[in-house]
């Protein structure tokens, strides 16, 4: 069964960077579209950034300028650059792709901003 699957988070310091990666385990599942989403704890889940299939992107305030959302269709994954991280952006982060009318979500990579 095809999955998503995560990798690239961790802890960091304040104004530090990281780079998470969101892969398909099938190349059979190519992506169309994708996002990033966060939960804070104790917070709901929240839209990060939304690529499209022609790379229009999107993003929250709150990352915008700091956060950029890429998608290289030869490794059919989807990354989220994050520079100049905050104790807010702490959360657990999530992918979702799109392949046709079959989306996947990824299993979560936690990412924490503490000195």
């Known amino acids: 069964q095809v999955q998503l699957v995560e990798s690239g988070g961790g802890l960091v310091q304040p104004g530090g960077s990281l780079r998470l990666s969101c892969a398909a385990s099938?190349?059979?599942?190519?992506?169309?579209?994708g996002a990033w989403y966060r939960q804070p704890p104790g917070e709901q889940r929240e839209l990060v950034a939304a690529?499209?299939?022609?790379?229009?992107?999107d993003y929250a305030d709150s990352v915008k300028g700091r956060f950029t959302i890429s998608k290289d269709n030869t490794k059919n994954a989807i990354y989220l650059q994050m520079n100049s991280l905050k104790p807010e952006d702490t959360a657990v982060y999530y992918c979702?792709?799109?392949?046709?009318?079959?989306?996947?979500w990824g299993q979560g990579t936690l990412v924490t901003v503490s000195s």
């Open positions: 099938e190349t059979a599942f190519s992506i169309d579209a």
């Open positions: 979702t792709a799109l392949s046709g009318d079959l989306e996947l």
């Open positions: 690529i499209g299939t022609t790379t229009i992107t």
